[in-house]
């Protein structure tokens, strides 16, 4: 059973930093494309930042290209995204997804990020 557990998100003031982590298993993770994206309240879900299994490409969106970093760790079937800088505009719930060999999809239940002073 394939399984994806965000965790890292909270509360953080503009211009601060959170490290959120995504957890897989079920998956044989290293061939596996990885992707984060966000839903803000009344909008639809976006995507942020991509990461491939094999080469590593690694994809961003303009909202947070040189801001966010994403990657990974085979060896720990995890996904990371390093948010600096952040922005109330980047208030959202952030779900990490998993794209496996096929195409099958597989997504996790997010985690609350807020940007507040």
């Known amino acids: 059973q394939v399984q994806l557990v965000e965790s890292g998100g909270g509360l953080v003031q503009p211009g601060g930093s959170l490290r959120l982590s995504c957890a897989t298993s079920?998956?044989?993770?290293?061939?596996?494309?990885m992707s984060w994206h966000r839903q803000s309240e009344g909008k639809g879900r976006e995507l942020v930042a991509t990461i491939e299994g094999g080469r590593e490409y690694k994809w961003y969106d303009n909202s947070v290209k040189g801001r966010f970093t994403i990657s990974r760790d085979n060896a720990k079937n995890a996904c990371y995204l390093e948010m600096n800088r952040l922005k109330p505009e980047d208030t959202a719930v952030y779900y990490c997804?998993?794209?496996?060999?096929?195409?099958?999809?597989?997504w996790g239940q997010g985690t609350q990020v807020t940007v507040s002073s």
């Open positions: 997804k998993a794209v496996a060999v096929g195409g099958r999809e597989y």
């Open positions: 079920g998956l044989r993770f290293s061939g596996v494309a």
